[in-house]
């Protein structure tokens, strides 16, 4: 089991996801996810987003 973060395919999930950035609501095949905590959705226009989730910054 590593801690190192990791990126989703929508292909591996059984649902399809909503970018999460205000407003949007486009599909998202983006996912974001670090270990232990929630993952994220974005669309390839917010997936900028899910980088800094990774990254710890908002
Ligand atoms: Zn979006």
């Known amino acids: 089991m590593s801690d190192e973060p990791i990126k989703l395919a929508e292909g591996m999930m059984a649902a399809p996801h909503v ?3 205000e407003g ?11 270990p232990r905590q929630p993952s994220h959705w974005f669309c390839f226009e917010h997936r900028e987003h899910g980088d800094r989730y990774l990254a710890g910054v908002r």
């Not at 949007?24 to 670090?34: H, L």
């Open 24 to 34: 949007c609501g486009k599909r998202a095949p983006f996912g974001f996810a670090k």
């Open 19 to 21: 970018c999460e950035f």
